[in-house]
């Protein structure tokens, strides 16, 4: 019914049920309602070396993030690791065949670019947040530097993550 206003009442441009006006049920957050850390209160992010037993660090992160959920679940879901972990084997189909110890300027720019997009997902959900950090994604990364090697090992711990998500009951959304 549309607003007649010779008529009065009824409801105006605007605000029919679930209208832009009378928000109710599924009511968008506002940034200002999400728990925060200011950015002064950050530590800088120092770059560490991915263990050569990377395989039992990506089963210890993920047992740990499972045993944290209090509902025996991964609060991250599997589309978000491999959306991440897609980037990292877009850098890797490129060096894996080559022979150079240092990676291409390309693989370079593509790895801070990888680095942009995990900060921005992270910002966005507690999930995530709590996914780079147990598994200490930034700080390998930084630890990669243009060392070919690195970053290969950096791909398979990728693979192993996603491999142990899956084997521990990973839901795919």
Known sequence: MA?????????GYGQQA??????????R?????????PYDQLQPIEPENLPINYVNEAERVMK??????ES?????????????HTLVMDIYNTEHLRTEA???EESQLKLMRLRVRIVYD???EQAVMTFVE???LLAYIKGIGNSRAEMIRFAHYMEALVAYHRFMGGKEN
């Open 64 to 69: 740990d993030l499972r045993e944290k959920n």
């Open 122 to 124: 992270a910002g966005r």
């Open 3 to 11: 607003y007649d206003p010779q008529r009065g009442g009824g409801r």
């Open 102 to 104: 240092e990676l291409l």
């Open 29 to 37: 957050k506002r940034r200002s309602d999400r728990p925060n850390t």
């Open 134 to 136: 147990k598994a200490q």
């Open 18 to 27: 679930g209208g832009y006006i009378n928000r109710g049920y599924g009511q």
């Open 72 to 84: 025996g679940r991964f609060s991250i879901t599997t589309s978000k690791i491999r959306a991440i």
